[in-house]
Structures are given as structure tokens and as C-alpha cells.
Nanobody, 122 residues
Framework: QVLLVESGGGLVQAGHSLRLSCAVS????????MGWFRQSPGKEREFVAAIDGGGDNTNYGDSVSGRFTISRDNAKNMVYLQMNNLKPEDTAVYLCAADPVYALGSYEYDYWGPGTQVTVSS
């Protein structure tokens, strides 16, 4: 069983930064690829970023590339999403996901956290 819990969401002004964290249970954390996704009311779940088990490979969604950075600390079973220069359109529930296979599609991830709300005011 793999359990994920996100934290770090909140209300910020446009142009500011937030750092999201995701704590993952389990002794085999380094064998899991990790992803961040986001979802807004009435919209499909959107890919934000992914990182492989060793932290060597990363991918980003087009709308966040250059502003967001995904990282992980395998010693602490943590994955992070540093979000800079936030925009109102970044407002969403951000979800952390894990899967043994590195992937970019939300349907490919087996384990999910409950999400954390990020609201960016203009």
C-alpha cells in the first residue's frame, strides 16, 4: 500500500511562489515515478510535472515549463513542486501521484493523494 499526502497549498498573489510537498509512505519510494497533476472545476485533470525514481529525468506540462520545478528526496520519501511566478490560471487542486512506471498521463498512475488547493489572486 502506498499512501500520499500533499501539503503547502494556499492563497497567493500573482507573481509570487509556493512550494508544494508530497509525503509518501512505503519502503520502496525510490522505485516509484512521481507526478504532479492539477484539476480545476469543469476541466480535465492536467499534467504538471513528473520525475523518475532516481530523479534523473523530469518532464513538465507546457503551461508550467520554466516556472515550476519538480524534485524529490528519496531519503525522506518526499517529492516537491516549486512553483514560481504564479498566475491566476494556475489556480487548481494539485494532486501528487505515484506509479512504478514513469509516465505523463494521469490514467497511468495507480496511487493518488487527496490534493491541496492552490489559489492565485490577480
Amino acid at each position: 500500500q502506498v499512501l500520499l499526502v500533499e501539503s503547502g497549498g494556499g492563497l497567493v498573489q500573482a507573481g509570487h511562489s509556493l512550494r508544494l510537498s508530497c509525503a509518501v509512505s512505503g519502503r520502496t519510494f525510490s522505485s516509484f515515478a512521481m507526478g504532479w497533476f492539477r484539476q480545476s472545476p469543469g476541466k480535465e485533470r492536467e499534467f504538471v510535472a513528473a520525475i523518475d525514481g532516481g530523479g534523473d529525468n523530469t518532464n513538465y506540462g507546457d503551461s508550467v515549463s520554466g516556472r515550476f520545478t519538480i524534485s524529490r528526496d528519496n531519503a525522506k520519501n518526499m517529492v516537491y513542486l516549486q512553483m514560481n511566478n504564479l498566475k491566476p490560471e494556475d489556480t487548481a487542486v494539485y494532486l501528487c501521484a505515484a506509479d512504478p512506471v514513469y509516465a505523463l498521463g494521469s490514467y497511468e498512475y495507480d496511487y493518488w493523494g487527496p490534493g491541496t488547493q492552490v489559489t492565485v489572486s490577480s
